[in-house]
T-cell receptor
Framework: DAGVIQSPRHEVTEMGQEVTLRCKPI?????LFWYRQTMMRGLELLIY????????DSGMPEDRFSAKMPNASFSTLKIQPSEPRDSAVYFC??????????????FGPGTRLTVL | AQSVTQLDSQVPVFEEAPVELRCNYS??????LFWYVQYPNQGLQLLLK??????LVKGINGFEAEFNKSQTSFHLRKPSVHISDTAEYFC???????????FGAGTRLFVKA
């Protein structure tokens, strides 16, 4: 299994530009999570999906952030317009719901975003 | 709601020495507890988990953790560390009825030769 795949691994952009981060979860997993990691705030859950439907987006910082999951094998996190304070490492994770046991989250390698 | 406090931001230790990384949590409901490890430029990897049963749980790479309900703690230990254990370690908590995992701020373990 290839694990969770994220692209790009690194993104450098200028303030005001649109940024799109991509994630391919592990095949068969039905939960997908987007996290943001910064030195100041640590690891924060932004949003998570179940069967492609957003369940909890309370962690999305503001309207400039949006996430979609058009199908079970692909999700995007978009920032428009981007700002320097959005600079962080963004992680995607996926898990498989099991009725009777814990659902481990598998993390991707992350996308390091730098907004100049 | 749950919260997690990792009491040490950095822990330097010599190779082959024992180490303990401390974690306290708070929750009004039953929880699952986890430790994740993050090596440089990589994603998080599950080290071990407590779901129920025995309060001493063993994980990968020789790590173990003990769940103490009365002290609401879940400290991570290893009797003898290696250089390769240098990484950031995250304690995390999740309510047993939900999917939202709350992570601590992380503890950077630095193993010196």
């Amino acid at each position: 299994d290839a694990g969770v795949i994220q692209s790009p691994r690194h993104e450098v952009t200028e303030m005001g530009q649109e940024v799109t981060l991509r994630c391919k979860p592990i095949s068969g997993h039905d939960y997908l999570f987007w996290y943001r990691q910064t030195m100041m705030r640590g690891l924060e859950l932004l949003i998570y999906f179940n069967n492609n439907v957003p369940i909890d987006d309370s962690g999305m910082p503001e309207d400039r952030f949006s996430a979609k999951m058009p199908n079970a094998s692909f999700s995007t996190l978009k920032i428009q317009p981007s700002e320097p304070r959005d600079s962080a490492v963004y992680f995607c994770a996926s898990s498989l719901a099991r009725r009777t046991s814990y659902n481990e989250q598998f993390f991707g390698p992350g996308t390091r975003l730098t907004v100049l | 709601a749950q919260s997690v406090t990792q009491l040490d931001s950095q822990v330097p230790v010599f190779e082959e020495a024992p180490v303990e990384l401390r974690c306290n949590y708070s929750s009004s409901v039953s929880v699952y507890l986890f430790w994740y490890v993050q090596y440089p430029n990589q994603g998080l990897q599950l080290l071990l988990k407590y779901l129920s049963g025995s309060t001493l749980v063993k994980g990968i790479n020789g790590f173990e953790a003990e769940f103490n309900k009365s002290q609401t703690s879940f400290h991570l230990r290893k009797p003898s560390v290696h250089i390769s254990d240098t990484a950031e370690y995250f304690c995390a908590v999740r309510g047993t009825g939900g999917f939202k995992t709350i992570f601590g701020a992380g503890t950077r373990l630095f193993v010196k030769a």
